[in-house]
């Protein structure tokens, strides 16, 4: 006989399936032999690559390769120490590789850590607390408000239990749960109203279930395994540097070719000539390139890190700095997810509430005075009312810190106590409020035990509780206020109490409307008093008669540094987009507050979605800045519309439904503490606060990672230019070699090294926020970048090789020794090369960054130059790379040779920039009086 499905069973059914006693739970060593056959209670990912298979694949690379060919070449004609050098910076490049991804792998992991979840279980008969991993099929686990359920379960007792699903199925409303048997047998996850499901949480209430699913057996894990099949493909980064790596490659080595074919023809020896055609050859191709770009990626991922934003996929960076339009949830990304009451309504008066978030701080206001609570007796009693009918609870736990150290500013602000609602966040804003007036449920409580309970429920709209006081009973209500009002017969109107008639209630609603009209979510408060004899059985028992004391307004926040973040996505040219499944009113409130939403902006809610169609959707979607009221599989069509119309798009998402919107999205970005972990395996990116701000500091970051390595590629490739050129115009005009292939392998070994590695933690320049997004097909070389590598590594060789012929041939025909004028080229190329490092911080000229803002760099090229001067001046050194110390005269040639590329081009530059600003400002001026910018 086939098995019923589990909402379909009864109890008696449920525990022999389950093999499991419904009242004392599973045995500990019945629970323990069922974890070793079904396995830990957690979504595994794809299998993950084993250390040593990592390291392998660091040498996949096509210029690995050649170079490794570079490697056996040298060894067999001898030139061990070139050998040595190619296989030292070989293992280097893989031991950096392996090491950025080994490590972004243990960040996820670490945080999914942080982010696991425990379980309050029966076994034996005995309630204990366990890692929610170890759970299994059969296990009794109990659930309360706050909790997130740890696996599937069918429900066996509910107590006004309400758990939150939007994560699973979409639904932003939390469901009721019952432990009743659903007859029907196909009813779809939302309508499983006796199961709770893995990921979920329990809004409200408590709860007993058994678990009947674990890992990926459960309805979460079944999507998670569908998402890990998806394979990855590479971006464009990734593509263009492998084919940029071909095409130097074959560059590389046919000029190095040509070189030695005309240094043979022009009767120089054939060893000597291949040997200083394979150091010409590992000079020319920038073997360090994968190396930089891996520590450049790195670097700054750590960086992402710091600043909150956890890179999954290394190369995904690159796409960060072409993002033109940044989708956002509005709860807890763009908001604090902190309800905040922020107005009172008491009998005509509005009162301002202060403070933020759920700290219970802050001040009383009326018409920008401050409130006195002692001598306000309706003030007292609507906070008491907020603090006694409540279920929620407000906690504070104290920060780490060090001892003994006193802190200020920041510091002190992330000292202070954490404040945490564990209930309703509605509830908990009511909390707040009657903290803040110096009232905590728990000190309430004692002077007033609660009796009895009627709880909120979706179609009354309102909860009450009975507690006794002095011998006599106190009701207290809170709900929506249209239908509270209906039970007032009442009303504290200027400290009395008043019938409440009928103008009352107007000017109840009315103020009502004009807090919804703020996007505020409005709750009435009322109380009366009770006899101890009266009977308190019934809800209409209990509830009639009230007394209406006032309204309060909550709202969900925005964040203090969102505004500031969404200015900076204007100046860089991005678009910022709420989508959010709150209402209209709200949504568009905060979005104007926050600046998202200019004045001729429109705003669409998820019915509008519903009845477009996508070319409909298509012609709007650049005008549309807020989506209200849609559900998660309209963000598909919304990222979808974005691409069609030609943006890059970042997403964000949360629930297991966003993950089909975060992975078709350009850049899929996932909740670090709300996330579900099938969104996060989806996602590129990972907030660990939640918080809009720090996708704007990774777009940031990811913007000045691409740059840095733009300026990497400019060094390498026009430094290793220089270099090829050196060789060649000599070989070409029958000149004796100005380098020999040691001091060639020297060059690239340093001058590639160090400095090219600091330009990879180099600081962005400071309008880097305030340019258009590149665009996502822009080729590397774009931005005149190749012009700018031609022209340096043009002016870098012709420089190198006159300080060469000058010395050779003599300043007054009296010629130095081939030793002495290698020597001269040899520190002219390598001071050339240090210089122009500084050039390539900017894309402007040398002389529009400050000279020492970058300390690693300097201290990179101080320590390149300490190392020419020692092979230069150190005896021992000088017959391995055959130099001779060099005099004055000899140093201010090179220092006007090498100089001469950067400070000519910089000039041109800076008179080019000066000479373009000119004619903008004519042809502004001459548009009709606009204003010219200077």
Not at 845 to 860: G, M, P, T
Request: glycine share 8%.
């Amino acid at each position: 006989m086939e098995r019923k499905a589990w909402h379909q069973q009864n109890e008696k059914e449920l525990a022999a399936s389950l093999g499991t006693d419904l009242k004392a739970g599973l045995a500990a060593d019945a629970a323990a032999a069922r974890l070793g056959e079904v396995g830990p209670n957690e979504l595994t990912e794809r299998r993950s690559e084993s250390p040593l298979k990592l390291f392998l694949n660091q040498f996949k690379d096509f210029m690995v390769l050649v170079l490794a060919g570079a490697t056996v070449i040298s060894g067999l004609l001898g030139e061990m120490l070139d050998a040595l050098t190619i296989i030292a910076i070989i293992v280097i490049n893989g031991v950096l590789g392996f090491f950025q991804e080994y490590r972004a792998e243990k960040s996820l992991k670490a945080l999914k850590e942080l982010s696991a979840p425990l379980a309050k279980v029966v076994r034996g008969g005995t309630m204990d607390t366990i890692p929610a991993k170890q759970l299994v099929p059969g296990d009794l686990v109990l659930l309360e408000s706050g909790d997130r359920v740890p696996a599937d379960l069918r429900l066996i007792e509910s107590n006004q239990c309400t758990i939150e699903e939007a994560a699973l199925t979409g639904e932003s409303m939390p469901v009721a749960k019952t432990a009743d048997v659903l007859n029907d047998e196909d009813l779809p996850l939302g309508d499983r109203k006796n199961c709770g499901y893995l990921g979920t949480m329990v809004t409200r209430g408590t709860a007993k279930g058994v678990v009947v699913q674990t890992g990926m057996r459960t309805e979460m894990g079944k999507i998670a395994d569908l998402i890990q099949q998806t394979d990855e493909s590479e971006t464009p980064l990734q593509r263009r540097l492998e084919q940029l790596g071909k095409i130097l490659i074959v560059l590389a080595l046919a000029l190095t070719v040509v070189v030695v074919l005309a240094g043979v023809l022009h009767g120089q020896p054939m060893y000597g000539m291949f040997l200083a055609g394979v150091s010409l050859a590992v000079a020319a191709i920038p073997e360090g390139l994968p190396a930089i770009v891996t520590i450049a990626l790195a670097l700054g991922v750590q960086r992402m890190i710091r600043r909150r934003a956890i890179v999954r996929k290394l190369p995904s960076v690159e796409t960060l700095g072409c993002a033109s339009v940044i989708c956002s949830d509005k709860t807890g990304t763009l908001t604090q997810n902190k309800m905040t009451v922020t107005r009172l309504w008491l009998g005509g008066r509005k009162i301002d509430v202060s403070g933020e978030g759920y700290e219970p701080t802050g001040q009383f206001t009326e018409h920008g005075r401050q409130v006195e609570i002692k001598g306000d007796a309706a003030l007292r009693r609507l906070t008491q009312i907020a603090a006694l009918c409540n279920n929620s609870e407000l906690t504070s736990e104290e920060r780490a810190e060090e001892p003994k150290k006193k802190k200020s500013g920041k510091d002190a602000e992330a000292a202070a106590p954490a404040w945490t609602v564990r209930g309703d966040p509605t509830e908990g804003a009511l909390l707040v409020l009657a903290g803040k007036s110096g009232v905590t449920r728990s000190s309430l409580e004692s002077l007033y035990p609660r009796t009895k309970e009627f709880p909120f429920d979706s179609n009354r709209k309102r909860m009450s509780v009975v507690v006794t006081h002095q011998g006599g009973r106190l009701v207290c209500a809170k709900g929506a206020p249209d239908l509270l009002i209906e039970r007032c017969a009442y009303i504290l109107w200027e400290g009395n109490v008043v019938p409440f008639t009928g103008t009352l209630k107007q000017k109840v609603l009315q103020a009502n409307e004009e807090m919804a009209g703020d996007a505020l979510r409005v709750l009435g408060l009322a109380y009366r008093d009770m006899r101890s004899h009266d009977s308190c059985e019934s809800e209409d028992e209990v509830e009639t008669g009230l007394i209406f004391v006032g309204l309060t307004g909550m709202i969900d926040p925005p964040r203090r540094e969102v505004a500031e973040a969404v200015v900076k996505c204007r100046q860089a040219g991005i678009r910022t987009v709420m989508i959010t499944g709150d209402h209209r009113t709200t949504a568009e409130a905060i979005a104007r507050e926050i600046g998202i939403l200019p004045r001729d902006g429109k705003v669409l809610s998820g019915s509008d979605l519903s009845a477009m169609t996508d070319e409909q959707l298509d012609r709007v979607a650049d005008d549309v800045y807020v989506y209200a009221r849609v559900s998660p599989e309209h963000k598909l069509r919304i990222v979808q519309a974005l691409q069609r119309r030609g943006h890059v798009v970042a997403m964000t998402g949360d629930g297991v439904n966003d993950a089909p919107a975060v992975k078709a999205a350009d850049i899929g970005i996932s909740m670090g503490i709300t996330g579900t972990d099938v969104t996060k395996e989806a996602s590129a990116l990972v907030l660990a606060d939640d918080n809009f701000a720090s996708i704007v500091a990774a777009v940031e970051e990811g913007r000045g990672i691409y740059e840095n390595i733009r300026k990497f590629i400019r060094y390498l490739l026009a430094s290793n230019v220089g270099e090829i050129l050196t060789m060649f115009i000599a070989m070409m005009l029958a000149l004796p070699l100005p380098l020999i292939p040691i001091q060639i392998l020297w060059v690239n070994l340093v001058t590639d090294g160090l400095p090219a590695m600091a330009l990879g933690v180099d600081q962005s320049e400071s309008d880097l926020m305030r340019q258009r997004p590149r665009s996502a097909k822009e080729n590397i070389f774009a931005r005149r970048l190749g012009w700018k590598i031609i022209s340096r590594g043009i002016l870098i060789g012709v420089c190198t090789l006159a300080a060469f012929v000058l010395t050779l041939g003599g300043f007054k025909g009296e010629g130095a020794t081939l030793v002495h004028a290698q020597t001269v080229a040899f520190a002219t190329l390598v001071l050339a090369q240090l210089i122009h490092v500084f050039d390539c911080r900017s894309s402007r000229s040398i002389f529009h960054r400050r000279f020492f803002e970058n300390k690693f760099l300097v201290l990179a090229v101080l320590s390149s130059l300490l190392l020419l001067l020692a092979v230069i001046y150190v005896e021992p050194l000088q017959p391995v790379f055959k130099t001779v110390p060099l005099h004055a005269r000899d140093w201010a040639l090179i220092f006007v040779a090498a100089g001469i590329p950067t400070f000519v081009m910089g000039i041109g530059s800076v008179w080019g920039s000066s000479r373009r600003r000119r004619k903008t400002a004519r042809i502004s001026y001459s548009a009709g009086g606009a204003r010219i910018v200077r």
